[in-house]
């Protein structure tokens, strides 16, 4: 259960139109678009949508798709759900404070998990170690 609502124009005062899309329409960035692909510093990525952290860069790896893509994530930030769109079942993954889709995960990942979190580079945002995090949405 989410904890965040808001209505699409309020959600287009805090984000762009093409997040809203991906976080909030379920649409998917083209493969090597987000700068996120090549991030490499120590930090954190949140949900651009209501800066929950989602992962930590430690859990950060290079799935050479396209995507930023993480073998573990912040448990309690996320939910899941299946995902039947392209037909076959996939494992969708979202914010679990504002609902925001963030991308799938899958059972490709590198040791220790074996999972791959396939994520939109626009439905998050970096905070390099050092800077203070925003404080996360709570309406």
Request: a neutral charge; proline letters at 7%.
């Amino acid at each position: 259960m989410t904890k965040v609502h808001k209505t699409r124009e309020e959600w287009l005062k805090l984000i762009s139109a093409e997040q809203y899309g991906v976080l909030f329409n379920e649409n998917t960035e083209r493969p090597f678009s987000s700068p996120l692909n090549d991030e490499k510093r120590k930090g954190h990525f949140l949900c651009a949508a209501c800066n929950q952290v989602l992962f930590p860069s430690e859990f950060k790896f290079n799935s050479g798709t396209g995507w930023p893509s993480f073998f573990d994530a912040n448990k309690e930030a996320i939910g899941t759900k299946r995902d039947f769109r392209l037909i076959l079942p996939r494992t969708e993954y979202h914010c679990s404070n504002c609902g925001g889709h963030q991308g799938h995960v899958f059972n490709d990942g590198p040791a220790p998990t074996g999972l791959r979190y396939c994520n939109n580079g626009l439905a998050l945002k970096f905070v390099p170690e050092g800077e203070p995090l925003p404080s996360v949405l709570t309406s």
